[in-house]
C-alpha cells in the first residue's frame, strides 16, 4: 500500500474553497491554532494530546453542532449531530508527537496508527451498522493525514475474507482477543499485501506557524483552506451555499433578530413571521408598529 498526500487545497470542492470566509472566522481559527500549537509538547501523554485535538475542534467550530468525544476505545470521534447518540461521522486517532513507532508517515503507512483506524472502522461499520462514516484521522497534533471513509469501505469492509477474519478475532476464535493479534497477525499482513495507493489529504501545522503568529492580514488568504478543510462543510460533508449572493447563516439570523422577525417550521415548511415571545423593543418591526399605533391614535 502506498499514501499519496493530497494538498488541502487541492482535496477541497473548487466552489467551496471560492467562497471568502468571515474575518472573525479566520480570527477564531488563527487563535485557536496557535493555543493548539502552543500547548504540544512531545512527551505529554496521549490522553493529554487528544484533548488538545478535541478542543480546537470544538471551539473553532462544532461547540453548537456536533458532539466531539471519545467513544469505547476510539481517542476522539465527531458526532453528526449534537449528542453522542447521533452516528458518528468522522473516526480520530491521535498520537503524541514524539511516538514516531506508531505514528503514519509516507515511508510508513502500515503504522499501528492506521491498523487502529481500520479497527474502529470495522466496528463502526459492522457492530454499529453505520455507513455514515465520512472519514478518517490519524493525527499527532502536528502531522494530520485524513483519509476518506470509502476507501477503508473497499479495501477493508468489503473484502470478506479479511472481515471473517476480523469476526472470528472478535468472536474469540482465535488464540486471543488482544487487539495486538489483530494489528499484527491480521491487519498488518493483509495491508502489506494491497497492491493500490490510498490518496489522503495531508498537512503539517508547523508549516503554517509563521503565517500565523505574524500581523499581515494580507497572509491570511494561506490559511483559508486549511481553515475550510476541518470544517464541517468538508468533514461531515454539510451541505454549503454555491451561490455568491447567499447570505451566510450568522448573518441572516442576527438579521431577523435585527428586523424583529424569527424563522419557524409549519409542517415542513419554514415560514418568517414576527417574534410572539421576547420581542425586541428597539428591533425595525416593532418600532414601526409603535409609529403607526401612534399615528392612529393622533388622528382619530
Request: aromatic share 10%; charged share 35%.
Amino acid at each position: 500500500m502506498k499514501i499519496v498526500k493530497i494538498s488541502p487545497k487541492k482535496s477541497l470542492n473548487k466552489a467551496f474553497l471560492k467562497q471568502r470566509p468571515l474575518r472573525s472566522e479566520i480570527e477564531l481559527f488563527k487563535s485557536n491554532l496557535i493555543r493548539l500549537l502552543d500547548k504540544i509538547d512531545e512527551i505529554e501523554r496521549e490522553e493529554n494530546q487528544k484533548n488538545h485535538i478535541r478542543d480546537f475542534l470544538r471551539d473553532t467550530y462544532y461547540k453548537e453542532t456536533n458532539e466531539i468525544n471519545t467513544k469505547d476505545t476510539k481517542d476522539l470521534v465527531i458526532h453528526l449531530g449534537k449528542t453522542n447518540k447521533d452516528k458518528v461521522g468522522v473516526i480520530i486517532e491521535a498520537k503524541r508527537p514524539g511516538n514516531k513507532n506508531e505514528m503514519i508517515s509516507e515511508a510508513k503507512p502500515n503504522s499501528k496508527a492506521f491498523q487502529e483506524l481500520i479497527l474502529y472502522y470495522l466496528r463502526e461499520r459492522i457492530e454499529e451498522n453505520n455507513i455514515d462514516i465520512k472519514y478518517l484521522i490519524a493525527s499527532n497534533v502536528h502531522e494530520w493525514y485524513i483519509f476518506e471513509a470509502s476507501y477503508f469501505e473497499k479495501h477493508f469492509y468489503k473484502n470478506k475474507s479479511f472481515v471473517k477474519q476480523y469476526e472470528e478475532w472478535r468472536d474469540g476464535k482465535k488464540v486471543t482477543k488482544d487487539t495486538n493479534l489483530f494489528y499484527n497477525d491480521i491487519a498488518k499482513p493483509f495491508i502489506d499485501k494491497i497492491d493500490e495507493e490510498i490518496p489522503c489529504t495531508y498537512f503539517d501545522i508547523r508549516e503554517y506557524e509563521k503565517i500565523l503568529r505574524n500581523t499581515d492580514k494580507a497572509d491570511d488568504k494561506n490559511l483559508i483552506a486549511l481553515q475550510k478543510l476541518l470544517s464541517p462543510f468538508f468533514l461531515l460533508k454539510v451541505p454549503f451555499a454555491n451561490d455568491s449572493n447567499s447570505l451566510n447563516e450568522k448573518f441572516y439570523k442576527e438579521l431577523l433578530h435585527i428586523i424583529g422577525l424569527e424563522e419557524v417550521k409549519e409542517g415542513t415548511k419554514s415560514i418568517i413571521r414576527r417574534k410572539e415571545k421576547d420581542k425586541q423593543a428597539g428591533s425595525l418591526i416593532e418600532n414601526a408598529i409603535n409609529i403607526l399605533v401612534t399615528e392612529d391614535a393622533l388622528h382619530k
